[in-house]
C-alpha cells in the first residue's frame, strides 16, 4: 500500500538569520524577500554548518510499481486528497503491468506525458552535448525547439499532435519561409522524439511521419559560382577598399573624393585589413572551406613547408566531423607563408616596443585569420564596389558560402573527374557535388561539344562510287545495291529457277549451290550466297527463257 508525504529538506541557514532556542531545539528566524518573518529549525550538515529545514510545498507519492520497484513520484499537488488520487491512478497502473495489460515501457511513458517539456528539453541538451556535437548546432536545435514549443503551445509531451504541428509548417510557408527552412524544423522535432522514445519518454515517435518538402522546387536562395574575371575584380576590390574608405571624403563639396589624410599607423593597419580580407576570399576559394572552419584554423595547423602544403582541419571544427587534410595549391601556400612571416614581423615589432621578450615563432593556437561575424555584410560591400551584381538574371545570388559553390564549379570546369571533385568538397555524395556545387552556367558546354568526332554525312560516297564502277553497277538507278535482275513491278520473272552450272554441265543447281530464283515467297531472309566447287569457270546457262534485259555476261568476275 502506497503513502503520500512532504519532503524534508534542508538548504543553507538565510545569512543574518537570528538563532534561539525553543523547547530544546535550536531554531532559526529571518525575514524573506518580501518581508515576511519565517522561522525553522535548524540541523547540522555533511560540512559541520547548520541548516534550516523545512518540508516540500506539495506531496509526493511513494508506492511499488508493476516491476516491484519502489519508487517515489512527485504529485504537484498541494492538497493531500489529490495527492492520494494520483497515488491511486500509479497503483492502478502498476497492477495493469503485473496482469500483462500494459507494459512496463508504456507504464514508464506514462511517467513523463505530464512532466513540464522544458525539463524533456533540458534532458535532450545533454545528450547532444554528450554526443561531442558542435556548440553551433545545438544552439540551432535548441532555438528550434523552442520556438516550436512557444508557437505550438507544446507544455508537456502529452500535448504533442502532428495536426497542430502541420498547421504550423503551413503558417511558415505563408510568412515565405523555404523547404530547406522547414525541413530544419521537421528533422530536429523528429529526432528529440526519437530520442524521447529510446529513453521511454513515449511510446512512438507522432511526427516521424510528416514527409519533407520538396527543396528542389522550393527553393528560396540559389547560389552562382563567380567567373574568374569576378574573382580577381572581388580580390582586388577586397584588398584596396578599407583604405579607400578611410580616404573618401564623406561629406561638403568634395564628397566622394579620395584626398582625406590618414595617419601611417592607421594606413599599415588598415592595408593589414585589407591583405587579410582578400587573403581570406582567396583560401575561401581554392579550398572549399566553410566559413566557421576558416574562422576555427590555428597557425599550428599550417602545414606549408611539407612536400605538399596542407591544412589540418579538426574533426571537431569540419561539418562532418571526420577531420580532413585540406591540400594546398602552391601560390596559395606561398601567399598563406608570408601573411604568417609578416604576422611574425607584427608581433616582434610589438613585443620590441613594450619591453617584452621577443616571440621566434607565432603561438600555435593563434589563429590564421580574423573572420569577423558579419562577413557577409562585408562582402556584399566588396561586391557593390567591384561592381558584380549580388544577384544575376536567373535570381541565383552570391554570400559567403556561394565561395564554396565557386570552388566546386571550377574543378567540373578543370576538367577534374567528378569523384576527384568530391573528395575535394569533402561530400559524402556525388550528386551533392554535380547538382549543388556546380553551377552549369560557368561549363564550356560549348567547347565540350567540339571534342566529339567529327561525323560528316558523305564521308562514303567515294567508296561506293568506286566500287559500283568496279562491279558495272554504276548505273542502276535508285538503288546501288539491288542488282537489275530483281523482280519488280515492271521486271516480271517466269515461275521455276535458274541453275549455275559448270562447264561440264554436270551439276545442277541442288549439287552445286548455284544460285536460284525462284517466284515463291520467303518470309525469311537468309543470305544469298554461291558455292564454288572445283576450278571450273562458272558461267551462266539459262535452261528457261531469260528473263528481260539480263545479261549472263554481267554476272561473270
Known amino acids: 500500500m502506497g503513502t503520500v508525504f512532504k519532503k524534508t529538506v534542508t538548504k543553507a541557514k538565510p545569512e543574518g538569520a537570528e538563532v534561539f532556542t525553543l523547547k530544546g531545539e535550536r531554531w532559526a528566524r529571518w525575514k524573506d524577500a518580501k518581508g515576511k518573518l519565517r522561522k525553522s529549525k535548524l540541523t547540522i550538515g555533511e560540512q559541520g554548518q547548520e541548516r534550516i529545514v523545512f518540508e516540500s510545498r506539495t506531496h509526493y507519492a511513494k508506492y511499488r510499481d508493476g516491476a516491484g520497484i519502489v519508487r517515489t513520484v512527485a504529485t504537484g499537488c498541494r492538497d493531500e486528497a489529490a495527492a492520494r488520487s494520483v497515488l491511486g491512478d500509479l497503483e492502478r497502473r502498476a497492477e495493469l503491468v503485473k496482469a500483462g495489460v500494459m507494459t512496463t515501457g508504456e507504464d514508464a511513458a506514462a511517467d513523463h506525458l505530464g512532466t513540464p517539456l522544458q525539463e524533456h528539453l533540458d534532458g535532450y541538451a545533454e545528450h547532444m552535448r554528450g554526443r561531442g556535437l558542435s556548440a553551433t548546432h545545438r544552439a540551432y536545435t535548441k532555438r528550434h525547439l523552442k520556438r516550436i514549443k512557444a508557437e505550438c503551445g507544446y507544455t508537456a509531451l502529452k500535448d504533442f499532435s502532428r495536426e497542430t504541428f502541420e498547421r504550423w509548417l503551413v503558417k511558415l510557408t505563408d510568412h515565405g519561409a523555404g523547404a530547406r527552412t522547414r525541413n530544419c524544423y521537421r528533422d530536429d522535432l523528429v529526432t528529440f522524439c526519437n530520442w524521447c522514445v529510446t529513453t521511454n519518454r513515449l511510446l512512438s515517435n507522432p511526427f516521424e511521419q510528416i514527409t519533407k518538402a520538396n527543396v528542389e522546387a522550393d527553393r528560396k536562395r540559389i547560389r552562382r559560382a563567380m567567373a574568374e574575371a569576378e574573382l580577381v575584380q572581388l580580390l582586388g576590390v577586397a584588398r584596396g577598399r578599407p583604405l579607400l574608405e578611410a580616404m573618401t571624403v564623406r561629406k561638403g563639396k ?60 579538426h574533426a571537431a571544427d569540419e561539418k562532418n566531423r571526420q577531420g580532413s587534410a585540406i591540400m594546398l595549391r602552391a601560390d596559395l601556400a606561398d601567399d598563406l607563408r608570408q601573411w604568417l612571416d609578416a604576422e611574425l614581423a607584427r608581433l616582434q615589432s610589438e613585443a620590441r616596443e613594450r619591453g617584452e621578450p621577443i616571440p621566434a615563432r607565432l603561438p600555435a593556437g593563434m589563429p590564421l585569420f580574423n573572420v569577423p561575424a558579419g562577413l557577409l555584410r562585408i562582402l556584399n560591400r566588396d561586391l557593390k564596389a567591384a561592381g558584380i551584381p549580388k544577384v544575376d538574371e536567373r535570381g541565383r545570388t552570391l554570400d559567403v558560402h556561394a565561395l564554396r559553390t565557386t570552388f566546386g564549379t571550377l574543378l567540373s570546369k578543370g576538367g577534374v573527374a567528378p569523384r576527384t571533385a568530391q573528395a575535394a568538397m569533402r561530400h559524402a555524395s556525388l550528386d551533392m557535388t554535380m547538382q549543388v556545387y556546380t553551377d552549369p552556367k560557368l561549363l564550356d558546354v560549348r567547347g565540350a561539344l567540339d571534342s566529339l568526332p567529327w561525323l560528316p554525312l558523305n564521308a562514303g560516297q567515294s567508296d561506293i562510287a568506286q566500287a559500283a564502277r568496279a562491279t558495272g553497277t554504276d548505273d542502276l538507278g535508285r538503288s546501288q545495291f539491288a542488282p537489275k535482275f530483281a523482280p519488280t513491278s515492271d521486271n516480271p520473272t517466269q515461275t521455276g529457277s535458274n541453275a549455275v552450272k559448270t562447264a561440264g554441265g554436270r551439276a545442277s543447281a541442288g549439287e552445286r549451290g548455284g544460285i536460284v530464283v525462284t517466284s515463291e515467297s520467303v518470309k525469311r531472309n537468309n543470305p ?25 555476261c554481267a554476272l561473270t568476275n
Open 254 to 313: 568634395r564628397k566622394g573624393e579620395t584626398y582625406a589624410k590618414v595617419r601611417n599607423e592607421t594606413k599599415v593597419n588598415l592595408e593589414r585589413l585589407g591583405w587579410e580580407r582578400a587573403l581570406s576570399y582567396k583560401t575561401l576559394i581554392l579550398t572549399g572551406l566553410r566559413k566557421g572552419e576558416l574562422a576555427s584554423l590555428t597557425v599550428g595547423q599550417m602545414y606549408l613547408d611539407a612536400d605538399l602544403a596542407y591544412i589540418d582541419l
Open 528 to 552: 544469298l550466297t554461291m558455292a564454288v566447287n572445283g576450278s571450273d569457270e562458272w558461267s551462266l546457262r539459262a535452261s528457261n527463257p531469260r528473263p528481260h534485259g539480263c545479261d549472263p
